[in-house]
């Protein structure tokens, strides 16, 4: 619902109100026959104590089904001033002022799991999953093994919100403007004390439109030149910290009849706002009756009070907890270009062309030295003092020996010594972080696009490159100490016979012993610095074409515009890492593959009465 009501003369005023709800059902059936049944049937294959071979699952098909949704709703009530005034309304004055309330609430979720189910009889057979899920069965062909089960936690979550806002512009002669803005947020997420309950977020900013100055008016070929700056501080709310205790209420595994609470996370009384301070400088620009046009931006944004993992005394009762308590400094630059560089009575070619260079530091952290692993794994969490952000580390890859790959660790010794067969005679982690390398980051410092329009009467012709470059990501390692490997290394492997630049798989160690060290060898192998790769990549987003009829036809239909239009999205792409490796789908830091983006085929018409 909407209302809008004049008040005075340039002023007005608005109410809206508007609910939403929404609900999300899925429905996953694997019949008995599936590879994915069949797999899961001889998993968890046991020998019984009759000395029998039995399954842990009943004979039948997996049905899964989730049901969740939402309902947010947003209150807001706002005032409306724009009015100039003076001699030749030389002065303008812009304003609004408001208040708005929201609220998000999602309920619990449902989910159900069954297995023995037939989908004709509609019958399924119970099936103990949190045993299965917790102890597991001694497979007859993969040792220990448990099955997953859902989620047992029930998550009934509501948040609160109320703002208050207001910003203002003041222009003179239509030449210099200034601006000035101020909000007021508060939400049931932070703590008790009211100096960050209170905290208001702002900006002022200042513009000069230089061509309407009397002494640039008769500069024909500069149609546009606009200077302008903003300073101001913005804020960001993290839902996952509490400035209350979280506790959860448990039955016990051995005996489910007990009841007993534990606790979740710890109380931060002083949770905060992050705050984001940003200073921005820009200038905008058009030549030759706005044949070419453009802009540059240069800005420095300090982000303070971020929410990080902290170390804290264990005497206080946890070793970490999250805390306000990071700083990271981003700086950048965009510049944008554009031209319509010909033009006739029935044709024209506009050309678009974006970059932008960013970089990204950490100012402040507050974490005890930890594992290598830590620092390689979680790159968002793990840092170090005036490092790029997400940087990438990675253990320093030594050689292979008949197969097995070895490391050097912080003092240059590598870990694995072999006896005279070329088998390993001992095998040992790495975990000092100063037996790491720094390779470079997971967030592109550079990225861009490029659109191109060509227009022929009614016509329109475009497509949009995009690209990014200058980080880095990790190879899809196939895991050494996996058993159930479905990827081309199975057959590219060394092993007895045949060494090849793949390492040995956990299945051809010598022994049971060895093969146990397998994990650490394939925590090295797919983490160290022979498995980076750069992750630049050029991607044709999109291509379309639109057709306008023309004016007579379209008043023959009493319309006043009718468009059609037939875009594909996705349809190309090229990547420096190759091994068709689509940045945009892949997490960088693990080298796990996801779906690439779809190809899709979108057909419009568009119609104006």
Known sequence: AHINAQLLKGLSYSAQFQFETSRSESETFHDAESYKMRLAWNILTYTNTTGALVSALPVGGRYYQTQSGSSPYTFRHRLNFDRSFGRNEDHAITAIAGFEARESKTPRSLIDLRYGYDPVTLTYTQVDTRTLSETGVTSYIYGRRTLSAPNRNQDDIKHRFISVYSNGGY?????????????????????????????????????????????????????????????????????????????????DNLYPALQYTDIVSLPNPKLRWEKTTTVNFGIDYAFLSNRIRGGFDIYHKLSTDLLVPTSLDPTVGTSSITLNNGSLLNKGVEISLGSEWFRTKDWSINSNFVIGFNKTTVKKVNNVPTTAQSYV???????????????????????????????????????????????????????????LVPMGVLTPPSSGSFNQTVSWKGYDLGFMLVFSGGNVLRKDVTPLNSLSVMDEDLVRRSKDGAITDLPRFAMDYPTLTLANSADILSKLWQYSDKQILDADYIKLRNISLSYTLNNAFTRMLKLSSVKLTAQANNLWYRSKAGDDIDPESYNLNTGTRNLHAPKTFVFALKLNF
């Open 377 to 435: 794994t979680a790159p968002s969490n793990y840092f170090d003092l005036n490092t790029p952000y997400n940087s990438v580390y990675a253990y320093r890859y030594a050689g292979m020996t008949n197969g097995y790959p070895f490391f050097y660790d912080e003092k240059g010794q590598v870990n694995v010594v072999f006896n005279d067969s070329g088998t390993p005679a001992s095998i040992r982690d790495i975990n000092n972080k100063e037996a």
């Open 171 to 251: 222009t003179y002669k239509r030449r210099y403007n200034l601006t000035a803005s101020v909000r007021i947020d508060q939400a049931d997420l932070f703590g008790a004390d009211p100096k960050y309950k209170y905290r208001p977020l702002w900006s002022v900013g200042a513009g000069w439109n230089a061509t309407n100055e009397p002494f640039l008016e008769n500069v024909s070929w500069l149609s546009m030149l606009k200077v302008r700056a903003t300073y101001g501080s913005a804020g960001n709310v993290d839902q996952t910290s509490s400035p209350y205790m979280v506790a959860r209420r448990r039955n």
